[in-house]
């Protein structure tokens, strides 16, 4: 068990999956794994690096979800045989029809023929966007995570993780909010074709899952991303490999639930708020206060708050100025029974130019003495 107070909180589940991972998005604190960097085949959880890629293009300017694209044969189910039988939102070639309408296509109903036309008007080419997407598996530091196609069909040397996938639902969530949206949407009608959303936990009456993902191929088996709040506190899971389609939606139930009933995502620190102040040296100011620049978010065992302690350490004996806003100072610890559960940057939160001459000169004498007399002069 990864977390202190083990055996307060009963084992993980047993999950009928090849891997599977529950993350806690806030602090992103794994609380239980299985075979969580095991190289599997994504199938269409491809998918969410696309709608990545799509949305930070909105979020840029590069596209806008009112331009109508032309669809072009490639993405034609009739004439691409790799397309058959698979999801679609049915384009025919010469459809005109807007990002935001194809962005939904790709989200909700997992059209194959959606990906591709997207993937050629915001890079030009499929080849170009797997490359965009790569590009961001890189940027996001997915180790284990390697697309060949834009739609997640089987492809020899495609892969990714369970523990990748969490961390690409986490940067979904948090990047590009607009796009995570999207996710939660249930049904979407097209050419007056109305289809539901693949993730059928978003009718969950015992979760409240506002997304990601399904996926599956003969290959990959059924694999499924899915994210819930309760609270303060929201848990990504991810199954792969699941042998059935209820499988995978009844394992991620389990999971998520496990995850509500015995942790909690508390924030003991946040951000502008003072942990600590400290003598400063040779600057305007004597004191510099000290804290957090993010939320310091922690995933604790349920009712456990009481008994957490906190510690901090400097990377330097003294604070010298000047100092940057938001600049590294240190290391705040936090520890549940002596045990460490959690470390964030300790960081100055104001700036501190660097004092006149004069100033600076007083203070290396009073260091002086304060280094001789153990701080009688400090």
Request: no cysteine.
């Amino acid at each position: 068990m990864p977390l202190a107070h083990a055996e307060q909180i009963p084992t993980v589940p047993q999950i009928e999956a090849r891997a599977f991972i529950l993350l806690d998005y806030h602090s992103g604190k794994v609380l239980a794994e299985s075979n969580a960097d095991e190289r599997l085949d994504p199938a269409s959880l491809t998918k969410m690096m696309a709608s990545y890629a799509i949305g930070q293009a909105i979020k840029a300017g590069k596209i806008r979800t009112t331009d109508e694209v032309t669809v072009g044969k490639d993405a034609w189910a009739t004439g691409n045989p790799v397309l058959r039988g698979s999801s679609l939102m049915f384009l025919k070639p010469g459809d005109r029809v807007p990002v935001s309408e194809l962005n939904k296509g790709i989200v909700i109903q997992s059209g194959n023929d959606a990906s591709i036309a997207l993937a050629d008007y915001v890079a030009g080419s499929q080849d170009a966007f797997v490359s965009l997407m790569n590009n961001y598996v890189k940027t996001l530091g997915l180790t284990n995570t390697h697309f060949l196609t834009v739609h997640g069909l089987d492809a020899a040397g495609q892969y990714s993780t369970a523990r990748d996938m969490a961390l690409l639902g986490q940067a979904l969530i948090r990047d590009v909010p607009d796009e995570y949206a999207l996710h939660k949407e249930k049904e979407f009608t097209f050419n007056n074709i109305r289809q539901p959303n693949r993730n059928r936990l978003l009718w969950s009456s015992n979760l409240n899952v506002d997304g990601i993902k399904t996926g599956h191929t003969s290959g990959a088996g059924h694999n499924l991303v899915a994210s819930a709040t309760e609270g303060p506190m929201r848990l990504i899971s991810v199954v792969l490999g699941a042998p059935t389609d209820a499988t995978r939606f009844r394992e991620s139930e389990k999971l998520l639930t496990w995850g509500f009933r015995f942790y909690e995502t508390i924030t003991p620190i946040k951000t502008g708020a003072p942990f600590t102040t400290q003598r400063v040296w040779y600057g305007t100011q004597k004191e510099a206060r000290l804290g957090v620049a993010q939320d310091a978010a922690l995933t604790i065992p349920k009712g456990q708050m009481k008994n957490l302690k906190a510690s901090f350490t400097l990377l330097q004996p003294q604070l010298s100025a000047p100092l940057a806003k938001n600049q590294v100072v240190g290391a705040i610890d936090f520890q549940l029974d002596g045990k460490s559960i959690g470390q964030h940057q300790l960081v100055a939160l104001d700036e501190i130019p660097e004092a006149g001459f004069f100033s600076r000169l007083w203070d290396s004498v009073m260091l002086k003495f304060q280094q001789w007399f153990g701080g009688l002069f400090g």
